[in-house]
């Protein structure tokens, strides 16, 4: 099978086999903030709308070994509203890089094995393998390739890492209550009890159902701190970034931790791209950090000093000396399957 030009856009099931949707897109690359919403961009015209192919996961299998696309050379994780898509869209803007803001199949897949029993973790790493080395093909020009997981992307990092095992990561976050004030206000998916399966924030399915939107919110926000620190003592490769850096860290602290040779007129161009909002691409950037601690409820306060602040304040120690962090122990869950 010959794939040149094709992007698997989506992972779905047929009954308990996984099918790819693949969009074809020749030499174009997806420019938008969120790779997902490209896809959704160009859904809007006839053409890739009827042009599309649908596969198993064999065909990804042989694809990557006919044409194995490029290997990531930076992963960014992230607690959410904390300047992730800026580091995507400063990074974007040199020449040679390829970078992805959160794909979808790449969630399907890492999460697979808890929608259906019997998914393994070696069917997880190959179908991440292939689906990664279809997107890292995208563009003659490309050279070095980047990945930004959605927010839960750090529960899988050992499983990540045991199919890239070089690949440098940053893990970025926030003052807690800026970011629980913005998911209030906008809320992700996710961030909606119920969204997301209970072995992954730690909270039984009917205790979960029974909170309100912004209590489950500051426990998951909690958790992938979690995550992060005890990634940060037991896995390699891995760099801490607070928003309070940003943008200036995408081309020091970020890009040198990515291998990154800058000129001047690359950090002119990346500082070009840092100057407009990373959602919202015709608006100037703002930092609204202190809009938002004044817009904040005391109970989101309460939520945010209970279940966040506590690791919030253990990554910034562990920032400070960008060491491994001290030791804690493999996030709790209450399902015997780890997540």
Same mark, same amino acid.
């Given at each position: 099978m010959n794939f040149k030009g094709w992007v698997p856009t989506r992972v779905y099931w047929n009954q308990r086999e996984p099918m790819v949707d693949w969009m074809y897109l020749g030499e174009e690359r997806l420019r938008d903030p969120f790779f997902d919403d490209g896809v959704q961009r160009k859904l809007e015209s006839p053409f890739h709308c009827i042009f599309r192919r649908q596969t198993s996961m064999d065909a990804l299998r042989q694809w990557h070994e006919?044409?194995?696309?490029?290997?990531?050379?930076?992963?960014?994780? #992230?607690?959410?509203? %904390?300047?992730?898509?800026?580091? %995507? *869209?400063a990074l974007s803007a040199l020449d040679g890089n390829l970078t992805l803001s959160e794909p979808w199949p790449l969630g399907v897949v890492l999460r697979a094995h808890l929608r259906f029993d019997g998914i393994t973790e070696q069917m997880r790493a190959d179908w991440l393998l292939w689906i990664v080395s279809a997107l890292g093909q995208r563009g003659s020009d490309a050279n070095r390739l980047f990945i930004k997981f959605d927010s839960w992307g750090i529960a899988e990092l050992p499983l990540i890492q045991k199919v890239f095992p070089n690949t440098p990561w940053i893990f970025l976050y926030r003052e807690p209550i800026e970011v629980l004030v913005s998911q209030s206000v906008q809320p992700a998916t996710w961030a909606t009890p119920g969204a997301l399966h209970p072995a992954i924030v730690n909270i039984p399915q009917q205790e979960m159902l029974r909170m309100d939107q912004e209590e489950y919110c500051a426990r998951a926000l909690g958790r992938l701190c979690e995550f992060a620190l005890f990634h940060m003592n037991r896995?390699?490769?891995?760099?801490?970034?607070?928003? *309070?850096?940003?943008?200036?860290?995408?081309?020091?602290?970020?890009?040198? #931790? /990515?291998?990154? *040779?800058?000129?001047?007129?690359?950090?002119?161009?990346?500082?070009?791209?840092?100057?407009?909002?990373?959602?919202?691409?015709?608006?100037? /950037? @703002?930092?609204?950090?202190?809009?938002?601690? @004044?817009?904040?409820?005391? #109970?989101?306060?309460?939520?945010?000093?209970?279940?966040? @602040?506590?690791?919030?304040?253990?990554? @910034?120690?562990?920032?400070?000396?960008?060491?491994?962090?001290?030791?804690?122990?493999?996030?709790?869950?209450? /399902?015997?399957?780890p997540v």
């Open positions: 006919t044409s194995p696309g490029l290997t990531p050379a930076g992963f960014i994780f #992230h607690m959410s509203r %904390c300047g992730s898509t800026l580091a %995507c *869209a896995s390699r490769g891995g760099m801490l970034v607070n928003y *309070a850096e940003m943008p200036a860290a995408i081309w020091s602290s970020i890009a040198r #931790h /990515f291998g990154l *040779a800058l000129d001047d007129q690359d950090v002119e161009r990346m500082k070009q791209a840092a100057r407009y909002n990373a959602k919202r691409t015709k608006a100037p /950037f @703002e930092n609204d950090s202190s809009d938002k601690r @004044e817009a904040a409820s005391d #109970h989101q306060r309460e939520l945010a000093a209970r279940w966040i @602040e506590p690791m919030y304040r253990r990554l @910034e120690a562990a920032r400070e000396r960008q060491a491994p962090a001290d030791a804690v122990d493999s996030p709790t869950r209450f /399902f015997s399957q």
